[in-house]
């Protein structure tokens, strides 16, 4: 292990930020954000980035991590009736799915039970909901109705948490912040990125594949080990960002350079990602069809070429979202995507995009 300068004076300002954070929370059973877009399609793009990275260092990543997060507040997925016919008390409040619940009655919500245990102590009266719906807060007013059970109901589902498994892309020698996923993590029900309120980094066993088929995307699975390795301090469309308390140790023992979008060049690369060997491996793909006005996650494609992964895996599967892509010796960009019937195939981020993601303290 690496260890990291504590005395670092970015890191200092960001331990007092999070000592100042309120907690919050997230989704039961959530899988991190569209990994190989297998289930909502793919993420959104996002707003422009600038800033170049040519004269920076990045030791590459290729290692999993695991996340435990929590949402800012009680996200809503669902309304009694599906989403066909929905209906209830807080459909008709005007509440929608991906509003956030952030208080009742002026009193900030730690969890969904707090949610839950405001609904059937109401005994019927109306409820003020604080909420946020797409970066701007609003206030309904909410009146349960009783259910066939006799408790007092509003008609939706929520999610206050979740966990993950990812790879990450990069860490950042002088500080030991690190990017992963090369997208944001996504609540599975909705396929919207997540009110991230705070996360931890936990330490991950991979146990075994699910190759990946035309139609039937693949899967890295494996099971958290115990302790915290770091934090997660911010969920973006362009990756999941936050700061190791050590940094992990990968392939490389010294950092290598970083390059801009204008330096990718279409043919041969390498992606790193670690399977169940348990031990980072690197992997023959080729890169074309570049888009360097791209400002998303899918900025390139990618196709693997690798006989032995193509082998163990049919090419790119769940998991392997973040997987740090080299070519001429510089970390040129991420595996994002997976094309669901041609799993040899998908699509890759800029690292230069990703980089100038990441908040300023970590960098």
Partial sequence: MRNIDQ???KLRVLTAALAA?????????AVLAQDAAAAHGMPPDCAAVSSDVGEISLYPGGMPFGVKFYTDGVLIVGFSGGAGSPSGPAYAAGLRV?????????KPLSDASDLTDAIKQSGGRTLKFDC??????????????????GQFQTGMWVRDSGAGIGTVTFIVPSTGGFGGLGHGICDADTGKPVPLGRGSVVGVTISGLTKGLPGTPGEIK???????????IQNSDLGVFGLYRDTPTGNYSNPIPAAGKNELKEGAATMLCTLDSGEIGEYAIEIHSIDRSAVGGRCFSIRVTDPALLERTGGIIQGMSGSPIIQNGKLVGAVTHVLINDPS??????????????????R
């Avoid at 954070?21 to 059973?29: C, E, K, M, S």
């Avoid at 991906?98 to 002026?106: E, S």
């Fill in 98 to 106: 991906n509003d956030t619940i952030m208080k009742i009655d002026g």
């Fill in 222 to 232: 494996g099971y958290f080990t115990p302790g915290k390795e770091g934090t997660v």
């Fill in 132 to 149: 946020r719906r797409g970066g701007s807060d609003f206030t309904v007013e909410l009146t349960p109705k009783r259910g066939r059970d």
């Fill in 21 to 29: 954070a309120v907690l919050a929370l997230l989704l039961p059973g």
């Fill in 7 to 9: 005395k670092n004076k």
């Fill in 345 to 362: 195939a998908g699509y890759g981020v800029f690292i230069e995009n990703m980089y100038n993601a990441m908040p300023e303290i970590l």
